[in-house]
């Protein structure tokens, strides 16, 4: 048998429950997610005036502990790149050094082949009655690779040095890949990455094509100027 509550009860019963209804604090609302702040790079100032072609050796210039990124600014447009100064400390003081001394200023992109990677860095490559010599060039020295297992050649967008037969002939030569190039990978020494730009090395001028022959020059093709590298650091 369903008893019946007296009216008197109902109506306090309904006067609590409307009371607790507007006294229950409102839910509170999940913290938003703090916005991450863009890292904070500055310029670092150049070391000549004009370019220097050729060195005894590199001076040290970085400290592995910063970020470090290179603006290559080339006739198609800006690319820049991320160093991998932890990973690669030999190659990438080397790239800064050359940099500051703006000794990749003028030179060209003398190897681009389609669907692999844009060679430059030959300082031979700024003469153009040189040409017969392009990719022959270098600093003055060489030094040894660097082969870090977690830095590869697994995307387009990989900075890395070229370099001879020889594993101490890496000098101001480097290359960045156009596609994935995996069976590079534990070869070259890998110090740096893409991280904006791409498209413009889409647009450089290719020189050569790869087939079942080997490289074949693209005949009148006018390989595109780098222009200067600035680099930048963040703490």
Same mark, same amino acid.
């Given at each position: 048998?369903?008893?019946?509550?007296?009216?008197?009860?109902?109506?306090?019963?309904?006067? !609590?429950?409307?009371?607790?209804?507007?006294?229950?604090?409102?839910?509170?609302?999940?913290?938003?997610?703090?916005?991450?702040?863009?890292?904070?790079? !500055?310029?670092?100032?150049?070391?000549?005036?004009?370019?220097?072609?050729?060195?005894?050796?590199?001076?040290?210039?970085?400290?592995?502990?910063?970020?470090?990124?290179?603006?290559?600014?080339?006739?198609?447009?800006?690319? !820049?790149?991320?160093?991998?100064?932890?990973?690669?400390?030999?190659?990438?003081?080397?790239?800064?050094?050359?940099?500051?001394?703006?000794?990749?200023?003028?030179?060209?992109?003398?190897?681009?082949?389609?669907?692999?990677?844009?060679?430059?860095?030959?300082?031979?490559?700024?003469?153009?009655?040189?040409?017969?010599?392009?990719?022959?060039?270098?600093?003055?020295?060489?030094?040894?690779?660097?082969?870090?297992?977690?830095?590869?050649?697994?995307?387009?967008?990989?900075?890395?040095?070229?370099?001879?037969?020889?594993?101490?002939?890496? %000098?101001?030569?480097?290359?960045?890949?156009?596609?994935?190039?995996?069976?590079?990978?534990?070869?070259?020494?890998?110090? %740096?990455?893409?991280?904006?730009?791409?498209?413009?090395?889409?647009?450089?001028?290719?020189?050569?094509?790869?087939?079942?022959?080997?490289?074949?020059?693209?005949?009148?093709?006018?390989?595109?100027?780098?222009?200067?590298?600035?680099?930048?650091?963040?703490?």
């Amino acid at each position: 048998m369903i008893r019946t509550l007296p009216v008197t009860i109902l109506t306090a019963l309904l006067s !609590t429950g409307a009371t607790l209804a507007q006294t229950a604090p409102a839910q509170t609302a999940p913290a938003a997610t703090p916005a991450t702040t863009p890292r904070a790079f !500055t310029p670092l100032p150049f070391l000549s005036q004009t370019p220097i072609r050729t060195f005894k050796e590199p001076a040290w210039v970085i400290d592995p502990a910063k970020t470090y990124r290179a603006v290559l600014q080339t006739s198609k447009g800006d690319v !820049t790149v991320e160093l991998s100064a932890k990973a690669a400390p030999k190659a990438v003081n080397n790239f800064v050094f050359l940099a500051l001394n703006h000794f990749y200023d003028g030179t060209r992109f003398h190897r681009v082949i389609e669907g692999f990677m844009a060679q430059g860095g030959d300082p031979l490559s700024a003469d153009a009655a040189q040409q017969a010599r392009w990719g022959t060039g270098g600093p003055g020295y060489g030094f040894y690779v660097e082969l870090d297992q977690t830095l590869n050649f697994n995307a387009a967008g990989v900075l890395a040095m070229a370099r001879s037969q020889s594993l101490y002939s890496q %000098g101001s030569q480097f290359f960045v890949t156009l596609a994935p190039a995996d069976f590079l990978s534990g070869q070259y020494t890998v110090f %740096g990455r893409v991280v904006s730009g791409q498209d413009v090395l889409a647009k450089l001028t290719r020189t050569a094509r790869s087939g079942a022959a080997g490289e074949t020059p693209i005949p009148g093709a006018a390989p595109d100027t780098l222009k200067t590298v600035q680099v930048l650091v963040s703490q």
